[in-house]
């Protein structure tokens, strides 16, 4: 079974394409890295996925279900990081988690407590006074507090330090051994290489790879250095065609 | 020095070149507005003796309410009073738009850090902010000074009139500059600012309601075009009071920059509770805590407002009623008692349509930054307009009945008729369904044109009150006129079809429902 499949899907700004055909299918229970340049059409894909914009064209099924037409109960089922977090300026980031909490209907003190303790977040400061690093956690602890089937993250981590970088691997990587499924954008390919099974890469509004980790480990090697990131590189630079990519 | 003002003439000119459409009505306006006015008044009493007679039986205890006495006879003299307030208003609130956004918005966008870094001065952004904000005003008043001479307006009287506004406007930049150092955010820092000129705007009414010399009045902005007799014998001392209070708000607000952080305000933020209450668990509840401050300082502040204005009435009534040349109208607004107040009603109540339009303003803005979080939690869309519509219709209402309540209130205290308090209250009340017509335009566009919804709205807003007064004129037909709101609602219609409040009503819920309907259709505006 597939929590996410996407087929052909299409989505215009005006006359401008955002996304050109979109194929990709999540395995339930895997942890997908989306990747690709600026502009590649990540967020717009994951905001077609959460109903948040209207598809022009396509297939989008969402654990079994249309994003658009039964958001109210596909949301309840997952929970959501966007990659540029804003909050309540006047309300602290202990009562954000706790709102949103109550809003999906699925969380416990326990949890909250616990996932505080491991992002290290002052939860009584007024939201307006916090870092870019700091919303970004309120944001990734009211997430990881839930009790979701699916996590949703776009770019998450960017503002994190490397400590909290760490904690942050090693709360998706816990999910996943709960059965949870993440879908996870992100520019940072160390981070994607560390934790991903399944990886798709979008460019110019299609997905022009995808694929599980193993097939890729092949590709690297080949690399100088061997790494996912000269990989992509490699690839970003060297435009369409799929060189190096087999 | 340089630790503190480095680059201040970077920051001056990068201020500048932004807002530049802003910058232009500022500049523009005054002198605009002060050539209407004299051309105007030229073509109307083309002789002294026509100003004389005319002119003068013109003034009703209204305009006198507003602009104080007539210090001279002449049409310069007439112009000068007749423009002066608005002025004042206009120059005063650019001035304190302009202050709020270098200062304190700046610094809660992040552009402040980013200006402070390292390329300039800790004080140089408020120092570039006021620094600009004077120019602009002299360059307005320079031009309006040209207008005036150029138009045959005595060169004398015309810098007095336009050094009057120029200082006013000034010191209410700089009240801004120093409100902007004591709050934390934006939106508290303009509202003090807004608040004081409306303070200040209110007791310049009360003074020249009650007539008679007050010493405060050297000390409000308003009245220093007044004091500075234009056209009558020019007081130029006068400016010594501006400037001298102009030098201390300036010192205030840099010294007030320079003892505090960035982004910081005087009094540190507190620390807040780990734990939401129990209470905080819906989009309702959300909703409240966004809107309750705009919603609870217009309902406060109308409703000590009102009752004031309710208790002077009497006050004015026995004004009215000594004037014969508004016997016409006073008859069309349904006798002495009622007449006067009923206007100053109407015009309260009109000015709420900026609380339907501000508080639709926060649901816009709810959406476009924290959109993307509760739009994807398990919550419908509509709720979310919804939870916001309580206040932009029922605050409206809530507003509107605790003014009627209060200015009733005042009546009765002031004059001790019992009777007044239905009257005034009902008065008020029947204004609601045209406010809410305004809020449903607004949660159309909501629906519509997201990102165009309150620029949208008061563009509407200032086009029903254009309709109103050339309508007034006899300028625009009644078929033209009946689709604004306000026309069903008017007290200078003598009598109103019984229907008025319902077919308000159901205009502005099929609006508000058209704003659902495609809330729901479109994309989020994120
Ligand atoms: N609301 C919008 N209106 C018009 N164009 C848009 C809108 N949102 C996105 N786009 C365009 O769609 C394309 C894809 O944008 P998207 O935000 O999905 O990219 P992304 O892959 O998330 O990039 P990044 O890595 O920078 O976050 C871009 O060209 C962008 O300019
Ligand atoms: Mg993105």
Known sequence: MSAIEIRGLIKRFGKTFALEGVDLKVPEGSIYGFIGPNGAGKSTTIRILLGLLKKDEGEVHLLGGDPWRENVELHRRL?????????????????????????????????????????????????????????????????????????????????????????????????????????????ILSQVEAVCDQIGVIRGGKIIKEGNMEELRALILQQEPPTLEALFLNYYKKGQREEGLG | MKRYFHATLSLMGLYLRQNRIFTLFWLLAPGVWVAINTVS???????????????????????????????????????????????????????????????????????????????????????????????????????????????????????????GFLAASCVLGLLAAVAAQLFVSATAARGASFGMLGVLFGLHILWNVSGGENRLAYFNPLEWPLLIRPFAGERFSLLLIPLTLGAVLTALSLWLMARRDLGAGLVPQRAGPA??????????????????????SWFCF??????ALGYASYLMVSAVSSAEALAG??????????????????????????????????????????????????VRRESLLLSHTVYIFG????????????????????????????????EMAKMIPALWVIGGIALLLFGGLPRWMTGISYGLLILFVLMEILWEQQQIPEVLYALSPFSWITPLKAVQPAAAPLVLSIAALLLAGGGVILFRQRDAAI
Not at chain 1, 151 to 167: A, F, K, R, Y
């Open chain 1, 79 to 187: 929970a959501y990081v966007p990659s540029d977090v804003q909050l309540w300026d006047n309300m602290t980031g202990g009562e954000v988690i706790d709102f949103l909490g109550r809003l999906r209907g699925s969380y416990s003190k326990e949890r909250r407590a616990e996932f505080i303790e491991r992002f290290d977040l002052d939860p009584t400061k007024k939201c307006k006074t916090y870092s870019k690093g700091n919303r970004q956690k309120v944001a990734l602890i009211s997430a990881f507090v839930s009790d979701v089937e699916l996590l949703i993250l776009d770019e998450p981590s960017t503002g994190l330090d490397p400590l909290m970088e760490g904690v942050f691997q090693q709360c998706i990587k816990e999910a996943r051994k709960a059965g949870k499924t993440v879908f996870l954008s992100s520019h």
């Open chain 2, 41 to 163: 008044s030229l073509v109307l009493f083309p002789t002294q003796e026509s100003l004389v007679e005319m002119g003068v039986s013109l003034i009703d205890p209204l305009t006198e309410a507003m602009h104080g006495p007539l210090l001279e006879v002449s049409i310069a003299g007439f112009v000068t009073w007749r423009t002066k307030v608005f002025l004042v208003l206009l120059g005063g609130i650019f001035s304190i738009i302009h202050m709020i956004r270098h200062t304190r918005l700046a610094e809660e966008q992040g552009k402040g850090e980013l200006l402070g870094a390292n390329v300039a001065g800790s004080l140089a952004p408020l120092a570039a902010g006021v620094a600009n904000m004077a120019l602009i005003n002299a360059a307005a008043a320079i031009l309006a000074l040209l207008a005036m001479a150029a138009l045959g307006l005595g060169l004398m009287g015309s810098l007095a009139h336009c050094l």
């Open chain 2, 275 to 296: 734990f939401a209450k129990p209470g905080l668990r819906n989009l309702q509840a959300l909703a409240w805590r966004t809107q309750k401050g705009p919603f609870l």
């Open chain 2, 302 to 307: 109308y409703a000590i407002f009102s009752f």
């Open chain 2, 329 to 378: 109208l006073i008859e069309r607004l349904g006798g002495i008692e009622g007449a006067f107040l009923s206007l100053m009603l109407y015009v309260l109540g009109l000015l709420i349509s900026v609380y339907v339009i501000m508080s639709a303003g926060i649901l816009g803005r709810e959406e476009a930054a924290k959109g993307e979080t509760l739009l994807s939690m398990p």
């Open chain 2, 395 to 426: 605050g409206t209402a809530a507003v509107l009945l605790m003014s009627g309540f209060c200015v009733g209130l005042g009546a009765v205290v002031g004059t001790g008729d019992g009777s007044a308090l239905s009257r005034l209250f009902f």
